[in-house]
């Protein structure tokens, strides 16, 4: 699909868009926690206008974008100046190299890939450490009641059920889900200002109750699932 980076971000400045966003932000900074981030470099496949790279590069990451679209590219460039790498290119093909980065991100962008279990395979080959997803989740309240119905950018993707996220994640990394939490539980009509919704919808559930979910893959010191993928935890011989 076509993107445009205003569009996009308009989202962002209604009030469930905000509201939505700093439930987001929550969510990112909690599953996140068990990753060091001083000196370590992440690489977030369809980076969109840099809106959460920004976020990444002031937790402290060596930020780098990747994102097809080259509007968006230019947007995330004005957004992020020389505080992160850009590059225009597929996520689906990546040109870097394996382990080239610590870790790998993906947020709210499966939805929109057309092979998104390639896309989660390019992030697990250039990811050294471990790779974070951040999806949609079909089975919540919001795909229920509002899909389709919003205009939003997120409504023209193809949602994942919590099982659907983890049986890629397996086939594509060789491992589990380290941690998975989520937000919004609520429909959109509840995504606003005032403690009862806050409270409801800015908590943290597990990833199958809420609209917006993330799951962290660890690959260090891990048991792979699949023995193709055992390179990553056998020592090296002498």
Not at 52 to 72: A, K, R, W
Not at 85 to 92: A, P, R, V
Not at 146 to 151: A, F, H, S
Request: contains cysteine; charged residues 20%; glycine residues 10%.
């Amino acid at each position: 699909m076509d993107w445009d980076p205003e569009r996009y971000e308009q989202w962002f400045d209604t009030a469930e868009g905000r509201f939505a966003l700093d439930c987001e932000t929550r969510l990112l900074q909690s599953v996140l926690a068990g990753w060091p981030r001083r000196g370590h470099k992440l690489l977030e496949l369809g980076c969109g206008t840099g809106l959460i790279l920004e976020m990444l590069y002031q937790m402290g990451f060596d930020v780098t974008g990747l994102d097809n679209s080259p509007e968006m590219i230019m947007a995330a460039r004005r957004r992020l100046g020389n505080r992160a790498e850009l590059h225009l290119g597929n996520g689906e093909l990546t040109p870097y190299a394996d382990n080239e980065f610590d870790y790998a991100l993906i947020w709210a962008t499966l939805e929109f890939s057309d092979d998104p279990a390639a896309m989660l395979t390019e992030a697990a080959r250039v990811a050294e450490k471990g790779v974070l997803v951040g999806f949609l989740n079909k089975h919540s309240l919001y795909y229920a009641m509002n899909v389709r119905n919003t205009g939003s950018t997120l409504d023209a993707g193809t949602w994942h059920t919590w099982c659907e996220i983890q049986d890629m994640i397996k086939r594509a990394t060789g491992f589990r889900p380290t941690t998975a939490q989520s937000v919004l539980p609520g429909p959109l009509q509840t995504w606003k200002a005032g403690r009862l919704a806050q409270c409801v919808n800015c908590g943290l559930y597990p990833p199958f109750v809420g609209a917006f979910g993330a799951a962290r893959v660890d690959f260090v010191n891990m048991k792979p699932l699949n023995p193709l993928f055992a390179w990553r935890t056998e020592p090296e011989m002498g």
